[in-house]
């Protein structure tokens, strides 16, 4: 680019557009780790009350990403009878 004005624009836009994507990626890290603790808590829980988690369904609740799932399974993580059973819950609409 030979004129000052067009790279400074282009210059101005390059670093927006890199915040944008820096903000982004550090939502989704954040949104990640939420859902981590969530699904580690929910295993602890089911540990502390005897309810041993298969290696499937433990893999199944560190895979979940969806936070709607994690709060509801949290929800009845104390009262439900199996790990089955809380799989089964369905997230809150």
Do not use: N, Y
Not at 23 to 46: D, N, W
């Amino acid at each position: 680019m030979h004129s000052p004005f067009l790279q400074e624009i282009h210059t101005k836009g390059k670093l927006e557009g890199e915040a944008t994507g820096e903000a982004r990626g550090e939502a989704r890290g954040e949104a990640r780790g939420e859902a981590k603790g969530k699904a580690e808590a929910l295993l602890a829980v089911l540990a502390a009350r005897g309810l041993a988690a298969t290696e499937a369904q433990a893999a199944a609740v560190l895979a979940c990403r969806d936070i709607a799932r994690l709060d509801a399974w949290l929800r009845v993580v104390a009262s439900v009878t199996s790990v089955d059973h809380l799989l089964a819950t369905p997230a809150a609409s």
